[in-house]
DNA sequence: CAAGTAATGTACACATGTGTACAATATATG
DNA sequence: CATATATTGTACACATGTGTACATTACTTG
């Protein structure tokens, strides 16, 4: 019942998802982002509430499409680190790639906003720490044998978001894939989750 | 000759470097900066031009200050890789202790302005990628038998570069030094920069 | 097709922000 | 002490930004 909206909400998300990427949360005002689609500001209160309620609803889709997402998608059947290293492999070419440099939306918002903002921060923390989890999870998986203890797998899981930040803010200055990558892969070597038979070039 | 300034130009640039440091480039005006100062816009921009330039003087004076400073003043006689592993326990502990969580300045920049700023852009790479010749500089000289090529350094070194950017940003969500720290020395292990020897907790 | 309702638009009343021209002020040096 | 000059303050003319109250639209269901 009632009128139908003039603009497509999924559509609205995903333009304000890749404004928000492009120029950082603080940047993008209510009105710029009204002007953007298309509607005032009060239609925009009125769908959204605010722009905090906004960016969270950006967050969630941004995930779907994020480098965090496909460590998700792992199947703890295969080789868990083989796949792990190609996700690396896979960021590593999507941060060259993207010649305006914006980075990893999350990361780049954990910085601009955590410690400052007390609406966002908790968000944006747990989402972290779920890629945590998620790796803590993985390293398990893998550990078959079992010669690992925990804390190792904690201190391993906390180096490789370490790693995974790192790639993601450094693909901002460094646009040669051969460099990004090849550096990346050291790193996953050293911590003894590439190993050389996978052969990634 | 002339009128004597009514603020200290050093300490006016300390106390806009907090600023910044604190809520960010992008969300620093210069009316705030100015009524902060004590002073119009008018003499703000008398005395500094534009927030940009402000803003360079802001990274200069914020590099002394910084993690990455502490790279420079390594003695290339001492055990090197040890120095290293210090300095990034140092920064371990200066992130852990940080109540605000501001993180590092440069790095907090470079994700906020690279690709967007084509002012302040040029500066904070060069900056960054001023510590990775830094990096490379202390490889080379700690590779004293020559084991290493010049492909690999250049690998650890911006291996280096991401861990010292993921820590950074990891210490605004993970307050426990142990965890934050073990995590950092399991990466320098894992890259043959620290040595069980050096017993660093 | 009428009525209820959801979405949209208009208008208000501010606050913040930018950059500059011109006037006022203070101070060091001749 | 007068003058040149560096610094500061005032005022203008905008642009952008916020959040809300109230009126207006358009659509859907009974």
Known sequence: MGRNKAFNRDQAVDSVMHLIWSQGYQNCSVKAVSEMLGITRSSFYHSFGSMESLFIEVLKRYYIHSPFCAFDQINEQSDILKEICTVFQNICV???????????????????????????????????????????????????????????????????????????????????????????????????VYNTDYNMT
């Not at 954990?110 to 890629?131: F, H, K």
């Not at 993985?138 to 906390?158: R, V, Y």
Request: aromatic residues 6%; contains cysteine; proline residues 2%.
């Open 94 to 192: 999507a941060r060259v790639t993207d010649k305006e440099a914006k980075g990893c939306l999350m990361i780049n918002s954990i910085i601009e906003l955590v410690g400052s903002n007390d609406i966002l921060s908790p968000p944006l923390s747990s989402s972290v720490d779920a890629v945590l989890t998620r790796f803590k999870r993985l390293l398990n998986a893998a550990n078959m044998h079992g010669n690992f203890s925990d804390n190792d797998i904690d201190q391993k899981a906390l180096a490789l978001l370490n790693l995974l930040i790192g790639i993601n803010v450094s693909g901002k200055f460094i646009k040669d894939y051969e460099q990004l990558w090849s550096s990346t892969r050291l790193s996953l070597q050293s911590l003894g």
